[in-house]
């Protein structure tokens, strides 16, 4: 069935930088943009951005501008989100979400000192 | 952005009841609408896409209406395992996604 699978928790400091993977299965990677959502705890979801995986093309939430990348490898039909310049209000749940199908299971990132 | 406003935030209602959630759009999105269901501690699961498209798999209690600006989810004989949090989505094409602030569903 379709799925994607994500990587598992992260925690880091202040100031480092966080890479979560998101793995595809199930369905032909290349032909569905792959976003990532991320959630604080007890808040409601925030849009990070999508890549398309055939493309390379990327649009990302003007808020993380600079500090985030989406890559993938076709190869192995996975997405990855890297954040970097880490804060402690980046502490959340980040979900690698195709459009009208399934998300990840979430990978929690805690960022503390 | 495209806003979600999203009402109620909170809904309490017994097993059998007929319960409805709706959104509103801050531009008309057509059918570019979906709906998830979030139970404590889990990743979103669609319900609903493009409006009023069923999920395959999801119970058919589950219905979504609307287009333009305004969209309703209804779940008909609510459940026990319908406790969740329900929030509303739109993908508008070339639009960032944008979500409602959430209904949390529970039973009376």
């Known amino acids: 069935q379709v799925q994607l699978v994500q990587s598992g928790a992260e925690v880091k400091k202040p100031g480092a930088s966080v890479k979560v993977s998101c793995k595809a299965s199930g369905y032909s990677f290349m032909n569905y943009n792959i976003n990532w959502v991320r959630q604080a705890t007890g808040q409601g979801l925030e849009w990070m951005g999508w890549m398309n995986p055939n493309s390379g093309m990327i649009d990302y939430a003007q808020r993380f501008q600079g500090r985030i990348q989406m890559t993938r490898n076709t190869s192995t039909n996975t997405a990855y989100m890297e954040l970097s310049s880490l804060i402690s209000e980046d502490t959340a749940i980040y979900y690698c979400?195709?459009?009208?199908?399934?998300w990840g299971q979430g990978t929690q990132v805690s960022v503390s000192s | 952005d495209i806003q979600m406003t999203q009402s109620p935030s909170t809904l309490s209602a017994s097993v059998g009841d007929i319960v409805t959630i709706t959104c509103r759009a801050s531009q008309s999105i057509s059918t570019w609408v979906a709906w998830y269901q979030q139970k404590s501690g889990k990743a979103p699961k669609l319900l609903i896409y493009?409006?009023?498209s069923l999920e395959s798999g999801v119970p058919s209690r589950f219905s979504g209406r609307g287009s333009g600006t305004e969209f309703t989810l209804t779940i008909i004989s609510l459940q026990p395992d319908d406790v969740a949090t329900y929030y509303c989505q739109q993908y508008n094409p070339f639009s960032p996604w944008t979500f409602g602030q959430g209904t949390k569903v529970e039973i009376k």
């Open positions: 493009k409006a009023s």
């Open positions: 979400a195709r459009i009208e199908g399934p």
